[in-house]
């Protein structure tokens, strides 16, 4: 274990009804991370959450926190703060009684703790709002009481369980930027759990992709989306063409019935591959211009770019463009070698990267405002 590791989570195992949910899960937290647990619905991320804040005790396997072994020691004695899904706040209570509750058990004095109360009121810009009852709050208002009643007992490490799932998109996102300028002041470790990508790549230092209790990638939000391990991380993070290829050798891939240079090494000759184009990083040009080509199925304009399904060879391409195409239209696909981005074969190949049935309001769909994993916490077991 590393000296500077807040958090280490040692071949970690839980199940539930005969279920593995985690699968000897191994993973290092660094001092004063932002880190963010990303994956779909069922993946883990929540038992990982609750793990390190004991709730969940493991069947096997260790936590430590700073060196410490911790298996076993209650939730109130770690120095971990926690944010659920559900604010469970106190409604009979105010503002200033809400944020003061966890250093009133912990009898700290009361010079120390209005000092204290006030410091975590004006971290988080509810100043004013000290007489205030909850349920006069909006809910962006009630989610700074959370935060600031958690960060008053001064944690180490503050975990936060899809905090802002019920909030509305503007406010969701001033608050993702407020909780990163929260951390940068405190310098203190937060670990973020969430199934929105776009959220997990704004806001952290490093994200942790889990699916089926097995973590798929560690890596900075550029690693991640840039240089994917597999065809599900690809699909994920953002959008993708994933399509079938074949490594002819160092530099030289070849897909959708053509050799397209690449700058991908260490790859077996002829080694089955996987390979991941970005929508947005095609360029459209006249058919005949470029190597590959397609017809375009649909167009949908976004605003800032037009969205096409484009048949390539067979298999439906995402290109997303500013040049007007129409349906029917054939196009050139221009493709830069650092465009391209090759990716071993995994039990996910074939499984994802084709737009044949996409639909925004499918996608929407797949997508729950609350992880059913953080629903069975009670509000009373949080600190």
């Known amino acids: 274990m590393s000296d500077n590791n807040i958090i280490d989570l040692k071949n970690i195992t839980v199940e539930y009804d005969g279920e593995q949910v985690l699968k000897g899960l191994d993973l290092s937290i660094r001092d004063g991370e932002f880190v963010t647990l990303l994956g779909p619905s069922g993946c883990g991320k929540t038992t990982t959450l609750r793990i390190i804040g004991g709730f969940v005790e493991p069947d096997s396997g260790d936590v430590f926190f ?13 120095q971990v703060s926690t944010i659920f899904q559900r604010y469970a706040l106190f409604p009979h209570l105010n503002v200033y009684e809400n944020i003061a509750f966890g250093l009133r058990v912990k009898k700290v004095p009361e010079k120390e703790l209005k000092v204290r109360v006030r410091e ?7 100043r004013g709002f000290e007489k205030r009852h909850i349920d006069t709050l909006s809910g962006g208002q009630q989610q700074r009481v959370a935060i600031a009643r958690s960060l ?3 944690p180490k490490v503050l975990l936060l369980d899809e905090p802002l799932a019920a909030l509305d998109l503007k406010l969701r996102k001033d608050m993702q930027v407020e909780l990163k300028n929260i951390q940068k002041t405190l310098g203190i470790t937060f670990i973020f759990v969430t199934h929105d990508q776009e959220e997990a790549l704004s806001m952290s230092d490093t994200v942790i992709v889990m699916d089926k209790g097995v973590i798929q990638q560690i890596g900075t939000p550029q690693d991640i989306y840039n240089e994917p391990v597999n065809a599900f991380v690809a699909d994920f993070i953002g959008e993708s063409n994933i399509v079938d290829g074949v490594m002819l050798r160092d530099g030289l891939v070849r897909f959708a019935g053509q050799s397209i240079p690449c700058v991908d090494k260490g790859f077996e000759k002829n080694e089955p591959v996987d390979v991941v184009i970005r929508p947005e990083d095609i360029d459209v040009v006249e058919k005949g211009k470029s190597p590959l080509s397609g017809t375009v199925d649909s167009v949908t304009f976004k605003g800032v770019h037009y ?11 995402m290109i997303q463009t500013t040049d007007l195409i129409r349906e029917g239209e054939e196009i050139g696909i ?5 465009d391209i981005h090759v990716m071993k074969k995994s039990e996910y190949s074939g499984m994802f990267g084709d737009y044949s049935s996409f639909s925004d309001e499918m996608d929407t769909i797949s997508q729950p405002d609350y992880d059913p994993e953080g629903e069975s916490l009670p509000a009373e077991d949080e600190e």
């Open 66 to 78: 700073d060196g410490q072994r911790i298996n076993g020691v209650q939730p109130y004695r770690r």
């Open 120 to 126: 975590a009121i004006e971290l988080v810009g509810l």
């Open 152 to 154: 008053v007992t001064r």
């Open 307 to 317: 969205e096409a399904i484009v048949d390539v060879d067979g298999f439906k391409w």
């Open 334 to 338: 221009l493709l830069n070698p650092d």
